[in-house]
Nanobody
């Protein structure tokens, strides 16, 4: 089992920045590929970004490429999402997820067995 707890969400003006964190406990964090997803009201959960077990491979949705950066600190069992140039369309609940795979990155939410409870990000115009 992997337990995940997100933090760092909040209200920010368009053009601003936020950094989300996801603290992991349980199974060895460093063995898992990790991802961020988000879900806006009335919409399906969508892939944002993913990172492999050691951080040397990442994947980004086109909508956030160049604005968001995923990273991890395996010594601290923590996953991060640095978000810049935020837009109102980025408003959503952001979830971190852990994969059973270490190396492969997936964009499908169904692949990930472990999820946090989510943190709200609201971007005002």
């Amino acid at each position: 089992q992997v337990q995940l707890v997100e933090s760092g969400g909040g209200l920010v003006q368009a053009g601003g920045s936020l950094r989300l964190s996801c603290a992991a406990s349980g199974r060895t964090f460093s063995r898992n590929a990790m991802a961020w997803f988000r879900q806006a009201p009335g919409k399906e959960r969508e892939f944002v970004t993913a990172i492999n077990w050691n951080g040397d491979t990442t994947d980004y949705a086109d909508s956030v490429k160049g604005r968001f950066t995923i990273s991890r600190d395996n010594a601290k069992n923590t996953l991060y999402l640095q978000m810049y140039s935020l837009k109102p369309d980025d408003t959503a609940v952001y979830y971190c997820a852990a994969s059973a795979s270490g190396a492969n990155l997936y964009r499908s939410a169904g692949i990930y067995p472990y999820w946090g409870q989510g943190t709200q990000v609201t971007v005002s115009s």
